[in-house]
């Protein structure tokens, strides 16, 4: 026969109430109590019955991510992790690719095509940093990214200024005093590439280093292209630099590339590194330093607050900022820093 809740709450000799409350991630119980229960169910090897449980609630057990792009390594790393995250509390994933555009960013955000899913992941390139009112939808929503703040709902970012900053500085104390700042949009009033820019500004003050606007290379999309065009055109402008922060990982690699094919030494001569830290960062040569901006974290507290919010939490509207750490590769660590 099935093991039932029932069976669980009999020995751990609780209620089943109190089972159904630890099985549901209720916060507001005594560890003892937890543990009673989490022993009972793995002895017992109680299965819960996510489709029942979703239907006796009227849920459908789906909630939705909207990214902009899924060609995107970092985007393309973040929805795995999202989709692993959603599996540990029994909900699957619905993913929807916006092509960062207004269009597809409304789509994501209609009512009706949100009655599939009980709650929305949502990163809102295409929109406009003040139109926050429109995230102030009548179902559960958990803001991704720096395009939109004081929205009226749940949000999840990173430390980008923080993150930019700490590539800069480090860059600086590897000897480097011409850092390219490539992938920036100064026609962009909010959004990572503005916020990164600014990191990028307040590491080199920290350093001690004046801000020249001719390292500063806009690039839009941020794609391995732009990054070897970047840097070709600095080259081509016979452009003095020894360092290179790229606003992604992604320029980065295209930044690595043509500096490979101009035969530019790497880290010695031009020293580069990047932001996001997707999977590739350790396997290319020389593997790239960069900026992890906490992704499994964005991840783990995104999908704890949308079931948060769908199973019914009504407290005030929360901003968490991920932790982030540089992590440090060969292809901006110089054994010897220039003086």
């Not at 390594?73 to 207004?102: C, H, M, N, Q």
């Not at 806009?218 to 055109?233: L, M, T």
């Not at 003095?240 to 490979?260: I, P, T």
Request: hydrophobic share 45%.
């Amino acid at each position: 026969m099935a093991v039932t809740m029932r069976d669980v709450a009999d020995r751990a000799g609780v209620s089943v109430k109190t089972v159904s409350n630890v099985l549901n991630g209720y916060r507001y119980l005594r560890p003892e109590t937890r543990e009673r229960v989490e022993a009972a169910i793995a002895e017992l090897g109680y299965r819960l019955n996510v489709s029942a449980s979703h239907l006796r609630k009227g849920r459908t057990g789906m909630i939705g991510l909207a990214v902009p792009e899924l060609a995107h390594p970092y985007f393309a790393e973040f929805a795995d992790v999202i989709v692993s995250e959603a599996e540990k509390v029994g909900l699957r994933v619905l993913i929807e690719r916006t092509g960062a555009t207004r269009e597809g960013a409304l789509t994501s955000l209609d009512s009706l095509q949100r009655r599939i899913t009980d709650g929305l992941l949502f990163f809102p390139l295409g929109l406009e940093p003040d139109e926050g009112d429109l995230l102030a939808v009548d179902y559960p929503l958990v803001l991704l990214g720096e395009r939109i703040f004081g929205a009226p709902v749940d949000h999840v970012t990173m430390a980008n200024v923080e993150g930019a900053r700490a590539a800069t500085v480090h860059l600086a104390e590897q000897g480097c005093r011409r850092i390219v700042a490539l992938g920036a949009r100064l026609d962009e009033g909010m959004g990572s590439p503005t916020l990164r820019l600014q990191g990028y500004a307040e590491g080199l003050e920290e350093a001690g280093i004046p801000f020249d606007p001719g390292l500063v290379v806009e690039e839009n999309p941020w794609s391995r292209q732009k990054g070897e065009d970047g840097i070709a055109q600095l080259l081509d402008a016979g452009v003095d630099f020894d360092g290179v922060f790229a606003m992604n990982d992604s320029l980065a690699f295209g930044a690595l590339h043509e500096l490979y094919i101009r035969r530019i030494a790497v880290p010695s001569e031009v020293a580069v590194v990047g932001f996001d830290d997707v999977e590739d960062a350790r396997f290319h040569e020389p593997a790239l330093s960069s900026i992890a901006p906490g992704t499994a974290q964005i991840a783990r507290e995104a999908v704890r607050m949308l079931v948060e919010r769908i199973g019914g939490d009504d407290q005030p509207p929360r901003l968490l900022v991920a932790d982030f750490e540089l992590r440090v590769r060969g292809s901006s660590l110089r054994s010897t820093p220039t003086p």
